[in-house]
């Protein structure tokens, strides 16, 4: 069985350009999560869906970030437009249900320059 | 404000010894607490996970200790492995689902 998989491995974008960040969960995981870890820090979460809703967003930093589920299957997020202070290693996660395991991606990592 | 910390960044242990690593949480209202492995290039690896009914579990070479009193977690590993060599998270979640709480990471050594 595939693990969760995310795309691009490395992105390298300038300021105020877009990036748009791809998730694919595990097969029949409803519950996607997505985290953040900024270089030096721990590993902070961004937002959860279950199927194809929002169920807790208030790690996301402000409204330059977009997160979409459509379908309740692969997940994206978009940041519109970057700033600096965006740049780290954005994790996916899936789980089964909320109260199972949470399996992580590879990760993206986002340089802006 | 909530948090989950850990005590050491850096961590270098022989090959063949044991490794201890240790995390304090601050927020009592947890009861599910979770290592991950993560090696270079790749995202955070489950390893073990522990509910606070109980106060220690044991897997394959790995052990978590859970100490309430004094809001301490830690991670033994018997006879490390260059394998080993990774930073190790601990997080937390409140009720077992959602969102989780890590804590800085510390990073594993393991000379050969």
């Known amino acids: 069985e595939a693990g969760v998989t995310q795309f691009p491995s490395h992105s390298v974008i300038e300021k105020g350009q877009t990036v748009t960040l791809r998730c694919d969960p595990i097969?029949?995981?409803?519950?996607l999560y997505w985290y953040r870890r900024v270089m030096g820090k721990e590993i902070k979460f961004l937002l959860h869906?279950?199927?194809?809703?929002?169920?807790?967003e208030s790690g996301m930093p402000n409204n330059r970030f977009l997160a979409e589920r459509t379908g309740g299957t692969y997940s994206t997020l978009k940041v519109q437009p970057a700033e600096l202070e965006d740049s780290g290693v954005y994790f996916c996660?899936?789980?089964?249900?909320?109260?199972?395991?949470?399996?992580f991606g590879p990760g993206t990592r986002l340089t802006v320059l | 404000g909530e948090s989950v910390g850990l005590h050491l960044p850096t961590l270098s242990v022989q090959e063949g010894d044991n490794s201890i690593i240790n995390c304090a949480y601050s927020?009592?209202?947890?009861?599910?607490f979770i290592w991950y492995k993560q090696e270079s290039g790749k995202g955070p690896q489950f390893i073990i996970d522990?509910?606070?009914?109980?106060d220690k579990r044991q897997g394959q070479r790995v052990t978590v200790l859970l100490n309430k009193t004094v809001k301490h977690l830690s991670l033994q590993i018997a006879a490390t492995q260059p394998g080993d060599s990774a930073v190790y998270f601990c997080?937390?979640?409140?009720?077992?689902?959602?969102?989780?709480?890590f804590g800085q990471g510390t990073e594993l050594s393991v000379k050969p």
């Open positions: 097969s029949g995981h409803d519950n």
């Open positions: 996660a899936s789980s089964t249900d909320r109260s199972d395991t949470q399996y």
């Open positions: 997080a937390e979640n409140k009720y077992q689902g959602g969102k989780l709480i």
């Open positions: 522990i509910r606070s009914n109980m």
């Open positions: 927020n009592s209202a947890s009861d599910y």
């Open positions: 869906f279950v199927k194809e809703s929002k169920q807790d």
